[in-house]
């Protein structure tokens, strides 16, 4: 480390963000080189610069500084980011693995845009909205909601009708047999 750089990290090392920008600019590539030899994606590389770069700024008064250089901790830490993203994939991995696979739809309901049906709630009655709401949406018995509702369960059921048909007449007749079909669930 030459004499400006020392100086530039004494006066990071007082918090002198300037100083440690003239740092960065020193060591990162250094420190990115090292990154791209343990990390194989060049996102996870320049995430895993930014949090060395991180926590040297965090940690600048406790950096041990070797033959006047910050360089030997920058590597050390950046090998142990590395280590760190490496593991965050792999138990990211493993969850995905462990999700159920995603089956492809027949382009029924399911390929509704979700504001196509906030939209088509929104022309129900409020009574219509807050049965699809309570039934539904939120999987309620008819029972349930008639009680919330304060109705019988009679009106529940046939309001719970009229808000499906009205549903299936706004998103035509492919969606209609679809909608029909539920009990439960939108």
């Known amino acids: ?9 004494a006066r990071a090392v007082a918090g002198d963000g300037e100083a440690f920008g003239v740092v960065f600019d020193r060591f ?44 030997p901790w920058l590597l050390v830490t950046a090998t142990n980011v590395a280590n760190n993203v ?18 492809p739809t027949d382009g029924g309901f399911d390929a509704v845009e979700e504001s196509e049906v906030v939209a088509a709630m929104r022309l129900l009655s409020i009574a219509d909205q807050q ?6 949406l939120e ?9 919330a509702l304060q109705v019988r ?3 529940v059921k046939s309001r719970l009708h009229r808000a499906k048909r009205r ?8 969606t209609a047999g679809s909608l029909e079909g539920i009990s439960h669930g939108l």
């Open 1 to 9: 480390m030459n004499e400006d750089d020392s100086d530039a990290w």
């Open 28 to 71: 990162a590539p250094r420190v990115q080189r090292h990154l791209h030899r343990l990390l194989q994606s060049t996102q996870d590389v320049e995430d895993a610069l930014a949090i060395v770069f991180l926590e040297a700024w965090r940690k600048r008064a406790t950096v041990r500084v070797v033959d006047g250089s910050p360089v």
């Open 86 to 103: 490496r593991r965050s994939g792999r138990r990211y991995q493993a969850l995905l693995d462990r999700l159920p696979p995603v089956l």
């Open 131 to 136: 049965v699809l709401t309570l039934c539904v």
């Open 139 to 147: 999987e309620w018995s008819e029972r349930e909601a008639a009680a």
């Open 153 to 155: 369960p009679g009106t």
């Open 167 to 174: 549903l299936a007449d706004r998103f035509g007749a492919m």
